[in-house]
């Protein structure tokens, strides 16, 4: 049961953080399906294709930083939260350095000219996608706190696949053939995506102590 506050009753809490950490989530769930989309472009042959995708990403995560400081300066203006002022800045810094990752893996992409797309690149790319969907899905759920739990429980498997999903793709990059130049451009892609996961599961285990606190 959660507990009671009289100021509840006597000062009702600033709902507008739930909005702003739902469209920062929004960003990120359409930064990680733009990713997901430019990987599936680095088989094809018009380059220029591939160059928008990593154009829409930058422009997600100006978006992200944008509402990033929103939050922050609310934060600063806002008496009473809706939750610990701690947990929301936490949850905040996490998306947008999750889209920021996100940017940073497309980058990476676009200047090590990587145009050949192994299957683990689009498991991670699917995986990115998946666990964003469940953020968004966590922050929605917030405010009634209902389901929030098993939402995170989800995420966390996703993360736990992205572990595996790089073990398997390391250990492959050096049982195979491959020159000493390939090796370390793709060790480090992979390493980028699995950062993503971890960036977005760290926030939902910001937001799985925030449901202990108000439980």
Request: some cysteine; aromatic content about 6%.
């Amino acid at each position: 049961m959660a507990k009671f506050n009289v100021l509840d009753l006597l000062l009702p809490r600033e709902t507008k953080f739930y909005s702003m950490l739902d469209k920062q989530a929004a960003n990120l769930l359409e930064a990680a399906r733009c990713l997901r989309e430019l990987v599936d472009c680095l088989g094809i042959s018009d380059n220029a294709v591939f160059l928008k995708k990593v154009v829409t990403i930058k422009e997600l995560e100006k978006v992200g930083d944008k509402i990033e400081r929103q939050i922050i300066d609310e934060l600063d203006a806002t008496f009473i939260t809706p939750l610990d002022r701690e947990d929301i800045h936490q949850i905040a810094m996490g998306i947008d350095q999750a889209v920021y990752s996100v940017y940073g893996l497309a980058r990476k992409l676009e200047l090590y000219n990587i145009r050949e797309v192994p299957a683990v690149l689009k498991t991670f790319a699917d995986l990115i996608v998946g666990i964003s969907d469940e953020l968004v899905k966590a922050i929605e759920a917030l405010p009634g706190r209902k389901g929030v739990q098993a939402i995170i429980r989800v995420m966390h498997e996703l993360e736990k696949r992205g572990d595996d999903t790089f073990s398997q793709a390391v250990a492959q990059l050096f049982s195979n053939d491959h020159d000493p130049v390939h090796i370390i451009k793709f060790k480090e892609v992979y390493e980028l995506a699995e950062n993503i996961l971890d960036s977005v599961d760290r926030v939902g285990k910001t937001i799985r102590g925030v449901m202990v606190k108000i439980g």
